[in-house]
Each structure stands twice: as C-alpha cells, then as structure tokens.
C-alpha cells in the first residue's frame, strides 16, 4: 500500500504490464506508461483477510519536438524534406551509448545497463529515431541509454 501512496503522490510515470491467457490458448498482453491518479482499499469480513484495490490510472504519453527542414535543388522542381525527432522534454540526456549484439532485445540491455529490465521503455523512448518498434533491433545498432 506504500507503494501505491508513492506513485500516487509521485505523478511520476510508470509501467503497467498485464499478461493475460484466453481459454482458447492466446495471448495478450498490455504494456503501457500510466500515471496513478487514485485508489480505493476495501476491505470485506466475507472475503476473509482478503483486501480488494481498485485504482484509476491514465495514459502517460511522451512527448517532444520535431524539426523539419526543406531545401530545393535546381535541377529537380520538386521539394525535398527531412525529418528529425528532437529529445523529448522529459527525457533525460544520454548517459552513454550500447551497439546490440545478437541474442539482444531492450528488457535485457536495460536489466543489464540500468538494472531493471522494465526500464527498457526509457531505451525505446529515447532512440526512437532508430528503433521503429520496440522488438526490433538488431546487431549493430548504437543505442542511446539514459542515465
């Protein structure tokens, strides 16, 4: 419950990871950053020492600036553009780079670089000019991680 009331107060942002099996056999999983707006402790006799917890949570969605630059060549009339994704404003500067090596995926880098694999959405976050989807990278890839 101190936890609760930590993230609660915090309005940090956090993972919220739920796994869940069908009976027919599939699998779903929701994994997304959620802020703690409330909770409820309730406790019933007929439940035994069982407490029930409900909460309210909200979509926390990083965000950042992106410029856009357009230039004209002479011999083609037609503009040409490019894209690139500034550092998100809540994202801390990188604190060094990893190049992934084969067996890698972003839970593992994390794990091993920050000390916990679930921060792997901080790695994903920060290089998404270089990662279209988090499970995919491949070897060779430099990758910005945070401090």
Same mark, same amino acid.
């Given at each position: ?22 009976? #027919? ?46 230039? *004209? ?15 998100? #404003?809540?994202?801390?500067?990188? #604190? ?9 995926? *972003? ?41």
């Amino acid at each position: 419950m101190d936890k609760l009331e930590e993230l609660k107060e915090s309005k940090s942002p956090f993972s919220f990871i739920v796994i869940r099996d069908t009976p #027919a056999g599939s699998f779903h999983d929701t994994n997304i950053m959620v802020t703690l707006e409330d909770y409820k402790m309730t406790d019933d006799v007929k439940e035994g020492f069982d407490v029930s917890v409900s909460f309210n949570l909200k979509e926390y969605r990083h965000y950042g600036t992106k410029r856009v630059g357009f230039s *004209l060549i002479e011999d083609n009339p037609v503009p040409t553009g490019t894209m690139e994704a500034d550092r998100a #404003a809540n994202t801390a500067p990188s #604190a060094g780079s990893y190049t992934v090596v084969k067996g890698d995926c *972003l839970w593992s880098i994390a794990k091993k670089l920050l000390g916990n694999g679930a921060r792997y959405t901080e790695i994903y976050d920060l290089n998404r000019d270089k990662i279209s989807k988090p499970n995919l990278i491949y070897p060779g890839q430099v990758l910005s991680i945070p401090q």
